[in-house]
């Protein structure tokens, strides 16, 4: 199970953290990921790192304004963003897998996905 929460409306130029508490995998999980769905768009990888290391991913568009971070010990994953755009609205996913998800950012490669928080920038 995961669990997001954090998202709330921002101005633009602001900053603002997400996180995503998991629990309950029934397989092995090598990898964890942010993704966002805007309306009437599909949804995109926004971050990913793999879970017994510190190796990252971004999507170009979040690169140097987003960070992707995760706490072991409490289970937790966060995705600190800065600088954030109007373009940058969206619902966020939490998504865990296996290591294939961090090498190839689809969506399709992640078996566990939370409810999603939703991010507005104005």
């Known amino acids: 199970q995961l669990v997001e929460s954090g998202g709330s409306s921002v101005q633009a130029g602001g900053s603002l953290r997400v996180s995503c508490e998991a629990s309950?995998?029934?397989?092995?999980?090598?990898?964890m990921g942010w993704f966002r769905q805007a309306p009437g768009k599909e949804r995109e990888g926004v971050a990913t790192i793999y879970t017994g290391g510190s190796s990252t991913r971004y999507a170009d568009s979040v690169k140097g304004r987003f960070t992707i971070s995760q706490d072991n010990a409490k289970n937790t994953l966060y995705l600190q963003m800065t600088s954030l755009k109007p373009e940058d609205t969206a619902m966020y996913y939490c998504?865990?897998?296996?290591?294939?998800?961090?090498?190839?950012?689809?969506?399709?490669?992640?078996?566990?996905w939370g409810q999603g928080t939703q991010v507005t920038v104005s």
């Open positions: 309950g995998y029934t397989a092995r999980v090598y990898c």
């Open positions: 998504a865990a897998g296996g290591s294939l998800g961090c090498s190839r950012f689809r969506p399709a490669d992640f078996a566990y």
